[in-house]
């Protein structure tokens, strides 16, 4: 199939170079010049595992390539896949924004084409946001009927940065809204050949499940934490708890997200429960529970800024900086907040990440870093050991090996506060110095 990719992001990148490799025809859309580079270049714009080999070989075989036109994209492809940004609003509503324009932009060069379009929104989207905004915006400018003279549908994304190309190829389920049956056999189409279950579902239906995705995997990290920071304020080794708690398979838990960790963050599951949790509280509907993940969540971010004014010293490290391990997004990174929080204590900090420092070199982040993080950028060290140099204490939230092999043992560097659980956790757990967040 030939196919249109809107937003060259975290979500449209993956999904362009993904599709791509399956055998479609791909052309990405962006009004960022530099990922359109990037991309003809053959280099991603997105740090995550896989994604550059896999952009270098469909970009010199031809199946990808981008631009920012979006006529030109809409005139070369059947179908549109629109991934653009849908981030939080300042009192916690969805951003629409970016869909709007775009939907006008795609909608008008529909208009021109003539022949069939469909039209996929795969962004994050409240229930409604298609039917009573998007549609409307698209049938205006396409002049035309939407499920007749082009098909609509809502595609939401499940993978997660750090395995997304993974995630792609091996999706939990693929959810697809349909207007119309003839708009959701395009889509099977497309992604066939890909393992797991499909669900065809109403457009609202399609919406709805990403945020109940969302939501509870936000519950399941703060019960997690909030657990971990009982146990062991009770003595008790969490982990062993979990590891119990998780093999009783009869009540079906999945292990996904549910380990005492660091607190989440990223760009969606903390935008995602402040729209549901805003929608709910504009319909009048009370949700207890979902309005205090986000401060259970903040409250274990404390927990580690304690550990630091425990240890008493005045300089700090911090090993990752992302807002998990395996990518560069800094997006409502924690560990973000974790060093403004630090940082506006004074502390003297010193921070090194590997893939942060990796694509504020190739360019795709550097604009991040210079507008929004400016007094951070000054702390970036350019490797693990000169952060372990300087550092009296040093917290680590990231699994990178480079890192983790980097570590001293006993009274060779810094105290540790182990933030993520590192995989020789129970071998360090005894040395001096040495202390987890929350097991
Ligand atoms: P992103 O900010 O990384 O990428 C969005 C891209 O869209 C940017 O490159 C931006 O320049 C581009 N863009 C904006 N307006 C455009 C336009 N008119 N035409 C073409 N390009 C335009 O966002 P993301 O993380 O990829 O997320 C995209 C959507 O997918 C969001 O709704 C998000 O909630 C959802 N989602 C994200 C993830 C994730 O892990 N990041 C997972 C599932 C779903």
Sequence with gaps: MRVSVFGLGYVGCVSAACLASMGHEVIGVDVSQVKVDLVNDGKAPVVEERIGELIADVVRNGALRATADVREAIMNSEVSLICVGTPSEANGSLCTTYLERVTEQIGAAVAERGGRQTVVFRSTMLPGTCLNLLLPILEKHAGGTA?????????????????????????????IGELDPASGDVLAALYEGLPGEVFRVPIPVAEAIKYADNAFHGLKIGFANELGAVCQALG????????????DRKLNISPAYLRPGFAFGGSCLPKDLRSLVHAARRADVSVPILSHVLPSNSAHLQRAVELVERAGKRRVGLLGLSFKPGTDDLRESPLVELAERLFGKGY????????????????ANREYIENRLPHLAQLL???????????????????????????????????????????????????????????
């Design 236 to 247: 008790v080794d969490s982990h062993q708890v979990i590891d119990v708690f998780l093999a």
């Design 381 to 439: 060290a350019d490797s693990v050991d000169e952060v372990l140099e300087h550092a009296e204490v040093c917290l680590v939230g990231t699994k990178d090996p480079a890192v983790v092999g980097a570590l001293p043992h006993g009274d060779d560097g810094p105290a540790l506060i182990d933030l993520i659980h590192l995989p020789d956790a129970d071998a360090r757990r005894t040395e001096p110095g040495y202390v987890g967040l929350a097991w």
């Design 147 to 175: 499920g007749v003279d082009f098909g609509v549908a809502v595609n939401p994304e499940f993978l997660r940065e750090g395995t997304s190309v993974r995630d792609f190829f091996d999706p939990p389920k693929t959810v």
């Design 348 to 363: 003297d900090l010193k921070i090194y990440d590997a893939n942060v420092s990796l694509s504020r070199l190739l360019g």
